[in-house]
């Protein structure tokens, strides 16, 4: 096996090969940081190489090391704070801000035997649905470097769709995760609300989650349980599984009644033909796996539901304009952002406390209508996205009406963020590739803290339609 195709395995099987003394934790290491070295300045999908740390942590791994990732290289996405790098949030007032302790998920990951080689670009404040941050320049797409790999965590799918990695970290409050992983072919799951902690900073939140970015589904539901469970302080969390992920991700899902749906949430985004034919395809291939299969129009139009999700998204990036303010020691400016997220600012600075919390109140009851809708069904079947991944430069943050760019973002991604407002947890496969030569993916939402069926669920559809084995035009 040559050592460009050791970063296309699983982390799991990679983890057995450190294990067996097959290969070393150190060669694994090196290979991901001359893979970064080599393509990176193609695909600009890194903020911070951490080679020196990375290598020393590698070099203390050994054959028999018992930690279910030992030795498996990951970077993380640059809006968790690892000690000692780099912390930005891919805006000005923290570009050079230096973590001084490791957000617990980036513990976990660390207790579970993973080697950090660095931190992956995002848009600015984690906001558009593409990776194009002022301050870093545009993420490349390796399956078309002249589009978007994807946001908010860009830097993440590129990375490991370009085989630097073999797993990346990533956050998901709107789509984050699985809009990357179907512009890039990947696994991208959001998991339920709750089910990641987010301490110490945050004892909770209403859409932002952890998790990973990965090329099978038995690497996601087992990193998963790694990173899920109760931390010290949590206002609440996901009820735990009654048995490991990894184990219910390799059991037969049975027979389950799935809706399918391209009726998009935003009545004014057009759904591009070939995401509309996934969809199809995928119900198809549902049907002949023994599943019944039901075309359902969901109630998520009217009520004004677009911009509801617009203004408590909103919010939750303002908190962020904040924090780094905080962490700036003054208060943010219209020069330190781009326009786009500045006009965000200045919206949610015009917002009453009233005004704000009703928003979430009405966000939340339509959620409970939209489950109760969906009760009946074990999961929901939807595109992954609108349209293909875009070229890059397709959102301008600095346009004459940057609200505008805000908007747009949506018609591209209209699928994805009602999940991160009604908790459910949702994954995006990417069980095809289009004519375009692009991956292309459907998105599955499950029940409420349904994980484990949902994982199921993917796993015989990756069995059936195999994925891993596909490689960017950019590696030869």
């Known amino acids: 096996m040559s050592d460009s195709e050791l970063m296309f395995r699983p982390a799991i099987e990679l983890a057995a090969m450190v294990r067996s003394g097959e290969v070393s934790a150190r060669e694994l290491t090196e290979v991901s940081l001359a893979r970064i070295e080599e393509l990176n300045p193609e695909c600009n999908a890194f903020v911070q190489v951490d080679s020196e740390r990375a290598l020393a942590t590698a070099a203390k791994i050994g054959p028999g090391d018992a930690r279910p990732f030992a030795g498996v290289p990951i970077a993380i996405k640059n809006n968790r704070p690892v ?19 490791d957000v617990s998920v980036v513990r ?3 207790e579970a035997g993973f080697v950090i080689v660095g931190t992956t670009t995002l848009p600015e404040y984690a906001i558009q649905p593409t990776t194009e941050a ?10 078309d470097l002249e589009r978007t790999p994807g946001g908010s965590s860009g830097g993440a799918a590129a990375a ?6 073999p797993v990346a970290h ?14 890039c072919g990947l696994v991208g799951l959001k998991p339920a609300r709750g089910r990641v902690s987010l301490a110490p900073q945050r004892g909770e939140a209403l859409l932002d989650v952890d998790g990973v970015l990965t090329r099978t589904v038995a690497d996601t539901a087992a990193i998963l349980d790694v990173l899920s469970g109760y931390e010290l302080g949590d206002a609440s969390w996901a009820p735990p599984p009654v048995e490991p992920f990894a184990a219910a991700a390799a059991r037969p899902p049975g027979r389950l009644h799935i809706a399918a749906t391209t009726f998009s949430p935003a009545a004014d985004a057009t759904i591009d033909p070939l995401c509309a034919q996934a969809v199809s395809d995928a119900a198809g291939l549902l049907r002949s796996l023994g599943h019944e299969v039901s075309e359902v129009e969901p109630p998520w139009r009217g009520d004004g539901l677009k911009e509801l999700f617009g203004v408590v998204f909103s919010i939750q990036i303002a908190l962020t304009i904040a924090y780094s303010g905080m962490v700036a020691g003054r208060e943010p400016t219209a020069a330190d952002m781009e326009p786009m997220t500045w006009a965000v600012y200045s919206m949610v600075g015009q917002l009453n406390a009233v005004t704000g919390l009703g928003a979430v109140a009405r966000l939340q009851n339509f959620c409970r209508r939209l489950i ?13 996205l609108a349209e293909r991944p875009l070229p890059l430069g397709t959102l301008d943050t600095a346009a004459p009406d940057p609200m505008s760019t805000f908007t747009r973002a949506g018609l591209f991604t209209p699928f994805t963020p009602l999940f991160n407002a009604s908790g459910q947890p949702g994954i995006s496969l990417p069980l095809y590739q289009g004519e375009d030569g692009l991956p292309l993916a459907v998105q599955i939402v499950g029940r409420p803290a349904g994980e484990a069926a949902l994982l199921a669920l993917a796993a015989q559809l990756e069995a059936a339609l195999p994925w891993a084995g596909r490689r960017p035009p950019m590696l030869g």
Do not use: K, V
């Open 83 to 101: 000690q000692g790098l780099r912390f930005t949030y891919g805006c000005p007032l923290m570009s050079e801000h230096i973590a001084d302790y």
């Open 170 to 183: 990533g956050t998901d409050g709107g789509g984050s995760l699985r809009i990357p992983a179907a512009c």
């Open 108 to 110: 976990r990951l660390r």
């Open 160 to 165: 490991l769709a370009a085989g630097m990695i």
């Open 372 to 384: 109760a809708f969906l009760a009946p069904y074990d999961a929901l079947l939807t595109p992954a």
């Open 134 to 143: 002022r301050i870093f320049g545009p993420t490349r797409n390796p399956w």
